[in-house]
């Protein structure tokens, strides 16, 4: 574990220090984020005008499931598209083989190798908004820390999916397009689950898992949440993480090396 720790510092100091090279970037995510933010909020708003509630949420606690939401959205900019939408492009180019090589776990590689500072601006938004809505609420630190085991399962859930899609890239070299029904699929977490029909929900629930990533650690901020959702979203990441290794290890006995 020590030597990984120490490789994943290596990784990620190297990756900062090159993407400072071009601050201006940081400036235009910033106002990216802002401007995504400003749409995220218009559209709840248009919901809530004249009155009108989603079943169950008020104003406030919808803006708590935007605000995880936005973060989410700052963790996928941060941690995974930098390395896992670049899966493709090592199976496309032969590169692939020399991660294999490496006397490291090539998921493990694939996973952390880089990161990008432009997703903190999301990461940064989201938490603002959790925390004005909060304070609107009267809620505790304890709420907060609570909700960080379901906030942590939803980090795995998507990861574990990412993951998997990306390495369906060994027969299907071209899957960019899938990724981005992926994403599509996720920006419906950005309303509480309730503002759907209940086809949807179920959808959302049990097929993609949108549920779990948003409107479950909304729920346990806000003090509500029941314990049988956040167990269900701890058994659903673990199975997705093992089931993510797994299947990478199964896409491997059918990749062709480039020098063969």
């Known amino acids: 574990m020590g030597r990984y720790l120490q490789v994943l510092r290596l990784f990620w100091a190297t990756a900062i220090a090159a993407e400072l090279e071009y601050?201006?970037?940081f400036l235009l995510a910033t106002l990216s984020s802002l401007g995504g933010l400003a749409g995220s909020l218009f559209g709840l708003f248009l919901f809530y005008q004249n009155d009108y509630t989603f079943e169950g949420w008020s104003w406030e606690q919808a803006l708590v499931v935007l605000?995880?939401?936005t973060v989410l959205q700052g963790?996928?900019?941060t941690f995974l598209a930098p390395n896992l939408n670049r899966i493709v492009s090592h199976i496309q180019r032969g590169t692939l083989d020399f991660v294999l090589l490496k006397p490291i776990n090539s998921q493990f590689w694939l996973s952390t190798h880089t990161l990008s500072p432009w997703g903190i601006p999301d990461l940064i938004f989201g938490l603002i908004v959790i925390f004005?809505?909060?304070g609107r609420l009267g809620l505790?630190?304890?709420d907060y820390l609570l909700s960080l085991v379901p906030i942590l399962f939803g980090f795995l859930i998507l990861y574990s999916l990412w993951f998997i899609l990306g390495a369906t890239s060994i027969w299907f070299v071209k899957i960019y397009n899938v990724t981005e029904v992926l994403r599509g699929l996720l920006e419906a977490g950005r309303f509480p689950m309730v503002a759907y029909p209940a086809a949807y929900r179920f959808f959302f629930t049990f097929v993609v898992p949108v549920a779990f990533l948003t409107t479950v650690p909304?729920?346990?901020?806000l003090g509500r949440g029941e314990w049988?959702?956040?167990l269900g979203a701890g058994i659903l990441a673990i199975t997705l993480l093992f089931a993510s290794r797994a299947f990478w290890q199964f896409a491997l006995r059918f990749y062709t090396s480039?020098?063969?």
Do not use: D, K
């Open 140 to 142: 505790q630190a304890t």
């Open 23 to 25: 601050r201006v970037n």
């Open 132 to 134: 004005y809505a909060g």
């Open 228 to 230: 049988i959702w956040t």
């Open 75 to 77: 963790f996928s900019a």
């Open 67 to 69: 605000g995880v939401f």
């Open 258 to 260: 480039a020098s063969s």
């Open 218 to 221: 909304a729920e346990v901020i």
